[in-house]
Protein backbone atom coordinates (compact mmCIF):
# COMPACT_ATOMS: atom_id res chain seq x y z
CA UNK A 1 0.00 0.00 0.00
CA UNK A 2 1.39 3.53 -0.97
CA UNK A 3 1.41 6.20 1.29
CA UNK A 4 2.54 9.82 1.79
CA UNK A 5 2.93 11.49 4.49
CA UNK A 6 3.94 15.56 4.52
CA UNK A 7 5.59 17.03 7.51
CA UNK A 8 7.24 20.64 8.08
CA UNK A 9 4.35 22.43 7.86
CA UNK A 10 3.81 25.25 10.96
CA UNK A 11 3.74 28.94 11.82
CA UNK A 12 5.95 31.37 10.11
CA UNK A 13 5.99 35.12 10.16
CA UNK A 14 5.63 37.01 6.36
CA UNK A 15 8.95 36.60 4.71
CA UNK A 16 10.23 33.86 6.42
CA UNK A 17 10.98 30.10 5.44
CA UNK A 18 9.95 26.73 5.63
CA UNK A 19 10.69 23.44 4.24
CA UNK A 20 8.01 20.34 3.73
CA UNK A 21 8.82 17.41 3.02
CA UNK A 22 7.01 14.13 1.57
CA UNK A 23 8.07 10.99 2.69
CA UNK A 24 6.89 7.97 0.77
CA UNK A 25 6.18 4.03 1.60
CA UNK A 26 5.43 1.22 -0.80
CA UNK A 27 6.33 3.82 -3.82
CA UNK A 28 9.85 3.84 -5.03
CA UNK A 29 9.58 7.51 -5.62
CA UNK A 30 12.94 7.62 -7.79
CA UNK A 31 10.67 6.22 -10.93
CA UNK A 32 8.03 8.98 -10.38
CA UNK A 33 7.66 12.57 -10.59
CA UNK A 34 6.32 14.26 -7.38
CA UNK A 35 3.75 17.32 -7.42
CA UNK A 36 2.95 19.55 -4.80
CA UNK A 37 -0.22 21.32 -4.27
CA UNK A 38 -2.03 22.74 -1.97
CA UNK A 39 -5.91 24.05 -0.79
CA UNK A 40 -7.54 26.81 0.94
CA UNK A 41 -10.80 26.24 2.57
CA UNK A 42 -13.37 26.90 0.28
CA UNK A 43 -10.97 26.86 -2.94
CA UNK A 44 -10.03 24.17 -5.11
CA UNK A 45 -6.61 22.54 -4.78
CA UNK A 46 -4.19 24.21 -6.95
CA UNK A 47 -1.04 23.21 -8.29
CA UNK A 48 2.65 24.33 -6.76
CA UNK A 49 5.14 22.49 -7.99
CA UNK A 50 6.36 19.46 -9.47
CA UNK A 51 9.62 17.24 -10.43
CA UNK A 52 10.50 14.95 -12.94
CA UNK A 53 11.35 11.68 -11.98
CA UNK A 54 15.18 12.53 -12.66
CA UNK A 55 14.78 15.75 -10.54
CA UNK A 56 16.53 17.49 -13.92
CA UNK A 57 13.30 19.06 -14.40
CA UNK A 58 11.13 21.21 -11.90
CA UNK A 59 7.52 22.93 -12.73
CA UNK A 60 6.26 25.95 -10.79
CA UNK A 61 3.10 27.88 -10.27
CA UNK A 62 3.46 31.57 -11.56
CA UNK A 63 2.38 32.28 -7.58
CA UNK A 64 4.89 30.54 -6.35
CA UNK A 65 8.44 30.77 -9.06
CA UNK A 66 11.02 32.25 -7.66
CA UNK A 67 10.41 31.69 -3.72
CA UNK A 68 9.40 28.04 -3.77
CA UNK A 69 12.14 24.97 -4.80
CA UNK A 70 10.95 21.43 -5.07
CA UNK A 71 13.47 19.00 -5.06
CA UNK A 72 14.38 15.28 -4.08
CA UNK A 73 16.55 13.09 -2.29
CA UNK A 74 15.89 9.46 -4.13
CA UNK A 75 18.08 7.76 -2.07
CA UNK A 76 16.16 8.53 1.30
CA UNK A 77 12.67 8.45 -0.85
CA UNK A 78 11.90 11.76 -0.13
CA UNK A 79 10.72 15.25 -1.67
CA UNK A 80 10.82 18.31 -0.88
CA UNK A 81 9.78 21.78 -0.91
CA UNK A 82 11.74 24.87 0.45
CA UNK A 83 9.35 27.84 0.69
CA UNK A 84 10.91 31.10 1.09
CA UNK A 85 10.09 34.77 1.42
CA UNK A 86 6.28 33.48 2.29
CA UNK A 87 3.21 35.50 2.39
CA UNK A 88 -0.20 35.64 3.80
CA UNK A 89 -1.84 34.35 1.19
CA UNK A 90 0.74 30.85 1.22
CA UNK A 91 -1.79 30.00 4.40
CA UNK A 92 -3.24 26.77 3.52
CA UNK A 93 -2.73 23.02 3.37
CA UNK A 94 0.26 21.92 0.96
CA UNK A 95 0.14 18.03 -0.19
CA UNK A 96 2.34 16.05 -2.00
CA UNK A 97 1.16 13.59 -4.44
CA UNK A 98 2.95 11.06 -6.67
CA UNK A 99 2.50 11.25 -10.35
CA UNK A 100 0.97 8.23 -12.44
CA UNK A 101 4.14 8.60 -14.56
CA UNK A 102 7.74 10.03 -14.55
CA UNK A 103 6.81 12.78 -16.52
CA UNK A 104 6.04 16.50 -14.71
CA UNK A 105 2.15 17.21 -14.48
CA UNK A 106 0.36 19.88 -12.89
CA UNK A 107 -3.45 18.50 -13.11
CA UNK A 108 -4.29 16.46 -10.12
CA UNK A 109 -6.03 13.80 -12.31
CA UNK A 110 -1.98 13.12 -13.12
CA UNK A 111 -1.56 11.95 -9.98
CA UNK A 112 -2.93 8.71 -8.19
CA UNK A 113 -1.43 8.48 -4.39
CA UNK A 114 -2.03 11.93 -2.26
CA UNK A 115 -0.70 12.67 1.46
CA UNK A 116 -2.93 13.86 4.00
CA UNK A 117 -1.25 17.34 3.80
CA UNK A 118 0.05 19.74 6.23
CA UNK A 119 -0.83 23.02 6.98
CA UNK A 120 1.78 26.34 6.59
CA UNK A 121 0.33 29.10 8.49
CA UNK A 122 2.01 32.78 7.58
CA UNK A 123 1.44 35.80 9.93
CA UNK A 124 1.26 38.95 8.66
Known amino acids: QVQLVESGGGLVQAGGSLRLSCAASGRILRYYAVGWFRQAPGKEREFVAAIHFSGNRCNYADSVKGRFTIFRDNAKNMVYLQLNSLKFEDTVVYYC?????????????????WGQGTQVTVSS
Open 97 to 113: ATGRSGAIATLENEYDY
